[in-house]
């Protein structure tokens, strides 16, 4: 062949495929040509209407399969996981294509060395200690830096997109007490996250019923949101509540947000626990009346009713203050641990939001000591009656012994709040998903293949078209991505080619790790990250950074 003929070609056609782009618009079947990374042609019902196909250096019969863009997941945990592991199929094995993490309020940056070893020690829950990391970043710039040289140089297996985490800003500047920031305190604040904001993060999250990010009044996170906002970015809060007082908490972030000018991402956006049974419509209409007056809103859900956490975080605020130390010696002296065991059984703490705690209710799927690997896969209730004695003792021994490394499913949710509000219009995929533990959620392996086999093939909450926009083209368009999120030429190749009729997770509660099937092909960049439903040793995924919107005349300072 001719060098010039050659180099006219693309670099793979995707032939005979069924297009669902990611816009809500109908499917159409096509022939889809990539080449350097982008889509470079798309041709409608190629074969039949007998025009010129592209030409490819490769061919892929997609005959069956529907072709979309690469999946975003909204609510990640991967921070450590991306620099962790390099095949991470509990992601690419989904035709995740971009992750969003620093969710929460508490994450790595930016950090000093102080805050860095106290927020590990933290969350070890979420993302083991690190001590298999090499921490050699503190600002925000530096670790998106880290994650596009991955491993050895060559990136990670997805990409990813970072929000600041108010709780460890707050750490960073505040530390972990329980009291207002002060002016200066504040301005030093704004600047840490107008920095962040300056090297590339979309937005920041919030934790607001976890230390020290629950401390920060409504004033103090307007103010942040404030800056967020004049770059550009989106609040993606935690609420103070998903539990008795879910509903106020929710029309409480609503209005911080339009008070600030920021967009507003609600994570996780559930309604849990039994006094929120049937009320999704409540939650949905109070969205629709803020959004049909101007509010820019969108939330994440995950396709399950169970949810998941520390059993660390369900303790009441009060017994959080002043870092992960004074949590253990409170938890020691017999004083402060009655009247911790007062707010979970009796009155309901707000690290329970709100609910008096049903230890039937609280699975522990991981440990970070091997000898408590007893406990996993266990309700606290069937362990304390295995063990002869109250499930507070039980709980009690957990968090002291694993040393509040603990992670708990939480069997509260209901199936009718979940279907309703994934049908909302301004509704995303986010998985929320935890990598660590023995016994994981399984939303961390199967959140994708599940909204499109079971919600859409099996129980037609939502159409195939407008699931994908969902998953696709709307987060997308909340992260201000001009080139990702929809089939469209000269847009980035960050595809999935998935069979609708086998699509499904493979994760369950037993076996949560399990891959899913019906996903034979995944792209980055027009690098094969899946081929022939096997994980390729490509690492394409690189940091996603928000390019201002409007940025200020120059970086912002007090």
């Avoid at 190629?46 to 975003?72: H, K, M, S, W």
């Avoid at 909204?451 to 997308?476: K, M, N």
């Amino acid at each position: 062949m001719d060098p010039v003929e050659l180099a006219d070609y693309a670099d793979l056609a995707i032939r005979d495929a069924d297009v669902v782009d990611g816009t809500g618009a109908p499917s159409y079947r096509a022939d889809v040509a990539v080449k350097d990374g982008r889509i470079v042609s798309i041709v409608k019902e190629a074969a039949a209407a007998g025009c010129q196909r592209p030409r490819a250096r490769r061919e892929l019969d997609a005959e069956g399969l529907v072709l979309a863009p690469g999946f975003i997941d909204m609510h990640a945990h991967s921070d450590l996981a991306l620099l962790r592991d390099p095949d991470h199929s509990a992601k690419a094995a989904q035709g995740v294509t971009l992750e969003v993490i620093g969710q929460d309020g508490l994450s790595y940056a930016p950090v000093d060395d102080r805050t860095l070893e106290e927020v590990r020690r933290a969350i070890t829950g979420w993302n083991g200690h690190g001590d298999d990391i090499d921490f050699d970043w503190r600002s925000v710039g530096e670790y998106l830096d880290r994650l596009d040289r991955g491993f050895g140089g060559g990136g990670i297996a997805v990409n990813a997109a970072y929000l600041i985490p108010q709780g460890t800003v707050r750490a960073l500047v505040v530390g972990w007490e329980d009291r207002r920031a002060t002016p200066g305190e504040l301005d030093r604040m704004r600047q840490v996250v107008a920095e962040g904001m300056e090297q590339g993060a979309v937005g920041m999250s919030s934790g607001l019923t976890y230390a020290p990010g629950m401390y920060a009044g409504d004033a103090e996170l307007t103010e942040l949101c404030r800056v967020v906002a004049e770059y550009g970015g989106y609040y993606c809060p935690h609420h103070r509540s998903y539990g008795a007082g879910a509903l106020r908490a929710y029309e409480e972030t609503v209005a911080l947000a339009r008070e600030a000018g920021c967009p507003l991402h609600l994570a996780h956006a559930t309604l849990n626990f039994g006094p929120n049974k049937g009320r999704a419509p409540e939650l949905l209409a109070l969205l629709d009346d803020a959004l049909a007056t101007g509010a820019d809103i969108t939330l994440d859900t995950y396709p399950y009713t169970p949810g998941c956490t520390t059993l660390a975080a369900l303790l009441p605020s009060w017994a959080s203050e002043g870092g992960p130390e004074a949590v253990l010696g409170r938890l020691t002296d017999e004083t402060a641990a009655a009247r911790i065991r007062h707010g979970l059984e009796v009155t309901g703490s707000d690290g329970c939001h709100g609910v008096p705690v049903e230890w039937d209710t609280i699975e522990v799927s991981g440990v970070t000591d091997p000898a408590l690997a007893g406990y996993v896969g266990r309700t606290v209730r069937q362990s304390a009656a295995r063990r002869g004695e109250e499930p507070w003792a039980t709980a009690r021994r957990l968090l002291v012994e694993d040393r509040l490394g603990t992670t708990v499913l939480q069997h509260v949710g209901h199936e009718e709040n979940v279907r309703a509000i994934m049908r909302h219009r301004v509704h995303t995929g986010g998985s929320d998903g935890i990598l660590q533990g023995t016994k994981p959620h399984p939303r961390a392996y199967g959140t994708f293949p599940r909204y499109l086999g079971r919600y859409v093939r099996e129980l037609g909450v939502l159409s195939l078209e407008e699931c994908v926009a969902h998953l696709t083209g709307r987060p997308a368009a909340r992260l201000r991505l001009t080139d990702r999120g929809v089939v469209r030429e000269r847009y980035r190749a960050d595809l999935v080619l998935f069979d609708p009729a086998t699509v499904a997770p493979g994760a369950t509660f037993e076996r949560p790790r399990a891959l899913p099937a019906g996903i034979p092909y995944v792209l980055i960049d027009g690098r094969f990250v899946v081929e022939d439903g096997r994980r390729t040793d490509v690492l394409a995924g690189r940091a996603v950074r928000r390019t201002p919107v409007r940025p200020p005349a120059a970086p912002w300072r007090p």
